[in-house]
T-cell receptor, first 111, second 116 residues
Framework: EDQVTQSPEALRLQEGESSSLNCSYTVSGLRGLFWYRQDPGKGPEFLFTLYSAGEEKEKERLKATLTKKESFLHITAPKPEDSATYLCAVQGTSGTYKYIFGTGTRLKVLA | GAVVSQHPSRVICKSGTSVKIECRSLDFQATTMFWYRQFPKQSLMLMATSNEGSKATYEQGVEKDKFLINHASLTLSTLTVTSAHPEDSSFYIC????????????FGSGTQLSVL
């Protein structure tokens, strides 16, 4: 069964304090791994899609990387506006196109 | 960019009533849409896959007679919560792929349903 585990559950950072969020996954075959940002009371906002081990993508202060077992979302010099829940999802090659989401990392960046 | 519009954003209803939630893809066609449910501080749980012109595919444990899905056009899917009860109170979110199904999903803004 496809599974996604994110850690830590919650993270508090000082403004400018870089860190990484982890997404470990188990899937029969990876079709894609996705990162989303979700603000309270809103739908998730798309950040990145990664397809194969070794792939990296960047957007402003965020950088996503992928290995065969996990993905990291690196946040460099975060700002308070980066505070949100970051969700990871995988899509396996089992025949359906379901996205399996992790429980997310709640990030709080303090000014 | 591609946008998914979801309405209403919040609804409060009495127990026993039915509630309809609309999900529209505004600038792309979506033959497939996904409906999720989310409890506070929990992940998104897939409820069903909505397919234009055919029956929805429901996940195990989701009552299809309780959660009626209609995907009548390439830009509109609706979720109707029938005879709602307090335990149906939750955050419901729809999503659609603007391109291929393994590229990404765009999500609506969600509907907070509160059943009294």
């Amino acid at each position: 069964e496809d599974q996604v585990t994110q850690s830590p559950e919650a993270l508090r950072l000082q403004e400018g304090e870089s860190s990484s969020l982890n997404c470990s996954y188990t899937v029969s075959g990876l079709r894609g791994l996705f990162w989303y940002r979700q603000d309270p009371g809103k739908g998730p906002e798309f950040l990145f899609t990664l397809y194969s081990a070794g792939e990296e993508k960047e957007k402003e202060r965020l950088k996503a990387t992928l290995t065969k077992k996990e993905s990291f979302l690196h946040i460099t010099a975060p700002k308070p506006e980066d505070s949100a829940t970051y969700l990871c999802a995988v899509q396996g090659t089992s025949g359906t196109y379901k996205y399996i989401f992790g429980t997310g990392t709640r990030l709080k960046v303090l000014a | 960019g591609a946008v998914v519009s979801q309405h209403p954003s919040r609804v409060i209803c009495k127990s026993g009533t039915s509630v309809k939630i609309e999900c529209r893809s505004l600038d792309f066609q979506a033959t497939t849409m996904f409906w999720y449910r989310q409890f506070p501080k929990q992940s998104l749980m897939l409820m069903a896959t909505s397919n234009e012109g055919s029956k929805a595919t429901y996940e195990q444990g989701v009552e299809k007679d309780k959660f009626l899905i209609n995907h009548a056009s390439l830009t509109l899917s609706t979720l109707t919560v029938t005879s709602a009860h307090p335990e149906d109170s939750s955050f419901y979110i729809c999503s659609a792929p603007p391109g291929t199904l393994n590229e990404k999903l765009f999500f609506g803004s969600g509907t907070q349903l509160s059943v009294l």
